[in-house]
């Protein structure tokens, strides 16, 4: 019989369809707003409702209906602006038909089977692989961590245009054949797309393991600073008797300019002098202390201004490459700029992180943007890489180019 | 004319500051009163019996009560948001309690001439036009409230209620036209049908804040871009 059989192929095939526009809501929603499997539950009734009105009623207004509207109400499950909501329903439902169209117009030239034509097989891949690229396009615009070599996504499409060849070849009736076929593709269609998600990952792991290497690099300086003030004290311990001896020698003969001086050295002994910041959050403190040594080294004139608690809402990570990162961008700067500043502030208030960090800069508008791109190759990191770990905590970025300054403010929220 | 008061048991640091906030008085032409306390309770006895001070500086590493306690009492008992607290420390390690007081700034132990004068210059920025008031009308007749007594104003229908520490005032008027005859600093826009007073945001989130006095307010989508730049403006060394 080939009604349930042929119904078969197009409900699978319908599934995967759905499964691409949901693909394609990456690009235009990101925040949940409701649990995970009240969304399984929306698509499931999607599916039910838009599968059920195709074969029973054949309406082609009822059609339509049962994709829009059911996809709509599935995007009320996420938080973004009404007008965001319109314009996905309405672009995804677009493609759909223009997927559609563009199958329809090549069938005109190449002789697809009627299988694999009229059940929306191809259809549905097509749709797959356009949701997928432009969920691609919208992540590498906005996280530079995450990039895979082109070659890779060359490779990839080899499976979904395989995929239609060889249903076309082999998919001739409708038969449990053709129904095997289907699934298995289209299986393997989502097991390679996974894959390459699993790939995405390992990248991060990647760079993330690149930021732990640096990180041993503060941490080996903040040993040295440690031992310096470790050293310092116990000069100071040993001869502590002798030093208030000589200020009380001098205190007697009213040798007041002396004595103060004195003290002012005593004083500035007790703090090692490239600590500059001692905030209690040690790998804070560490990162810091390293890249404004650097920044000294320079001879830049270096301000520092912290109100922070011991404990704070950042995770030690997010904090190493939102500070690694603006102060490495910072030193660059300073390398090509003959007068050398460097203000930094780190303040908390309100439940709110502030973070300041001012830099003097040539300011070469080409030059400046070279730069920053060729460190992003090297590192695969950079301001992307900030603005990932600010929007982790619904924070902002500003940036202020002025003639004499590059000002970078950051606001993080706890939530 | 600024009123200050100082708690510390070290009777030196004491005199010490004292001198410290004359020498700025007298280079920025400014009276400056200071009282000295040194005790905690000493500190509490006065706030108790009425004193008002426009600045307080306050040691955290003496004996209770100290510091962080004055500070919880004037925040959560008091309900007194205006009066601004300076933590004085021999360390540079903060703990988290001490943040929920929502001190205006934090002085190192020794304190040097500069550190006080930026502190010192940055309260007089912020704070010298705090004496303004809300006019409203009520029947014909003009009344006025301090500022720095609102915590919020909230428009329902064609009435502004203002949310003070004592009581509900409602008067007809449209919120748009109330704010924009106060500075954007003293009062801000966060919804259609609210304007909080910054001074009283005790926490702030992406999304909502919270009032010293435990309201909850969401910060609508259409003004979130305005809060930030508030949150945004100013020198980062400030």
């Not at chain 1, 103060?260 to 959050?281: C, D, F, V």
């Not at chain 2, 030196?12 to 005790?39: H, P, W």
């Not at chain 2, 309260?123 to 609102?150: M, N, P």
Request: neutral net charge; glycine residues 6%.
């Amino acid at each position: 019989m080939e009604f349930p059989l042929n119904t078969s192929i197009y409900l699978i095939s319908n599934a995967f369809s759905i499964y691409a526009m949901y693909q394609f809501t990456k690009v235009f929603y990101t925040k949940r707003r409701a649990g995970f499997w009240w969304i399984v539950l929306g698509y499931a009734i999607f599916f039910l409702l838009n599968s059920g009105a195709y074969l029973l009623f054949a309406n082609p207004l009822l059609n339509i209906l049962t994709r829009l509207v059911p996809f709509f109400l599935i995007s009320l499950f996420y938080d973004t602006k009404m007008s965001t909501r319109f314009l996905a329903t309405l672009t995804i439902y677009a493609m759909g038909m223009l997927c559609d169209g563009v199958m329809y117009t090549i069938a005109q030239w190449i002789p697809f089977n009627d299988v694999v034509f009229s059940s929306g097989f191809a259809t549905a891949l097509v749709l797959f692989l356009v949701a997928l690229a432009a969920g691609k396009l919208s992540m590498v615009r906005s996280n530079a961590q995450k990039r895979l070599p082109l070659t890779y996504m060359l490779a990839l499409l080899f499976v979904p245009i395989g995929s239609i060849i060889v249903a076309n070849v082999g998919m001739g009736e409708y038969d449990f054949g053709s129904i095997l076929m289907t699934t298995i593709l289209l299986g393997i269609n989502v097991v390679v797309f996974g894959l390459y998600d699993v790939l995405l990952r390992t990248e991060t792991l990647r760079a993330e393991k690149e930021i732990y290497l640096q990180q041993n690099k503060y941490y080996a300086n903040q040993i040295h600073l440690l031992e310096d003030a470790q050293q310092n004290m116990q000069f100071l311990r040993h001869d502590m008797k002798n030093h208030l001896g000589r200020m009380s020698a001098l205190l007697q003969n009213q040798e007041y300019d002396k004595l103060a001086g004195y003290l002012q050295q005593t004083i500035t002994k007790m703090r090692p002098a490239s600590e500059y910041i001692s905030t209690g959050n040690s790998d804070l403190d560490c990162l810091i202390n390293y890249k404004l040594s650097l920044a000294e080294a320079m001879g830049a004139e270096i301000t520092v201004h912290t109100e922070l608690p011991q404990e704070l809402f950042v995770s030690d990570f997010d904090m190493t490459v939102l500070m690694g990162n603006l102060l490495d961008n910072a030193l660059e700067a300073l390398r090509t700029c003959p007068q050398k500043q460097l203000d930094l502030s780190l303040r908390y208030q309100k439940e709110i992180l502030n973070i300041g960090i001012r830099n003097t800069y040539t300011k070469e508008n080409g030059k400046k943007k070279r730069a920053a791109a060729e460190e992003e190759m090297l590192h695969g990191f950079g301001l992307k890489s900030v603005q990932q770990a600010v929007s982790n905590y619904n924070g902002h970025m500003k940036i202020d180019e002025s003639d004499d300054y590059y000002t970078v403010k950051v606001l993080l929220y706890r939530k | 004319m600024l009123c200050v008061a100082v708690m510390d048991d070290d009777i030196v640091f004491c005199t010490q500051f004292e001198k410290m906030l004359q020498r700025y008085g007298e280079a920025n032409e400014i009276k400056i009163t200071a009282d000295i306390y040194f005790s905690g309770a000493a500190m509490l006895q006065a706030l108790k019996d009425g004193a008002l001070y426009d600045i307080l500086f306050l040691d955290i590493e003496m004996q209770q009560p100290n510091g962080v306690a004055v500070g919880r009492y004037i925040r959560e008992t008091m309900q007194n948001e205006a009066l601004q607290i300076v933590y004085v420390s021999g360390k540079t390690q903060y703990a988290m309690e001490l943040f929920q007081v929502r001190p205006f700034w934090f002085l190192e132990k020794p304190t040097e001439d500069a550190s006080l004068s930026a502190c010192m210059t940055q309260y007089q920025d912020r704070f010298a036009g705090y004496h303004t008031y809300l006019y409203y009308t009520i029947s014909k007749t003009e009344y006025r409230i301090a500022l720095q007594d609102v915590l919020y104003l909230e428009s329902k229908g064609r009435k502004i209620l203002i949310h003070t520490r004592g009581e509900l005032i409602t008067f007809y008027g449209r919120l748009d036209l109330v704010c924009s005859r106060l500075a954007v600093e003293q009062m801000i826009r966060i919804h259609k049908s609210f304007a909080v007073n910054p001074q009283y945001v005790v926490s702030c989130y992406s999304n909502s804040l919270y009032l010293s006095d435990g309201t909850a307010l969401s910060i609508s989508r259409k003004y979130r871009k305005e809060v930030r730049s508030s949150l945004f403006a100013g020198d980062i060394m400030i």
